[in-house]
């Protein structure tokens, strides 16, 4: 599972979750658990609502955010 932060046009960015990241061939990207950056409700998506389908002309540009099971880039150099 990955959450993205989606920028929608017009609108603001909003987080959700995906199973797997959208290929370049995806006409649409669909979202698990659409929320504000906040973890408030969307106004334009009812409460209930737990899965959103986004077509890719509504979307501005997608964040990956970081997951935490990532590992920790060790540099060679002291900062």
């Given at each position: ?19 797997a ?10 979202c ?48």
């Amino acid at each position: 599972m990955h959450t993205l932060l989606v920028h929608i046009t017009n609108e603001e960015p909003i987080l959700v979750e995906v199973e797997a990241l959208p290929a370049p061939s995806d006409q649409a990207i669909v979202c698990l658990h659409p929320r504000r950056r906040d973890g408030r409700e969307i106004h334009y998506v009812l409460p209930e609502v737990q899965t959103i389908i986004l077509p890719w002309h509504r979307i501005s540009f997608i964040e990956v955010m970081p997951s935490g099971q990532e590992e920790e880039i060790i540099s060679p150099f002291a900062v």
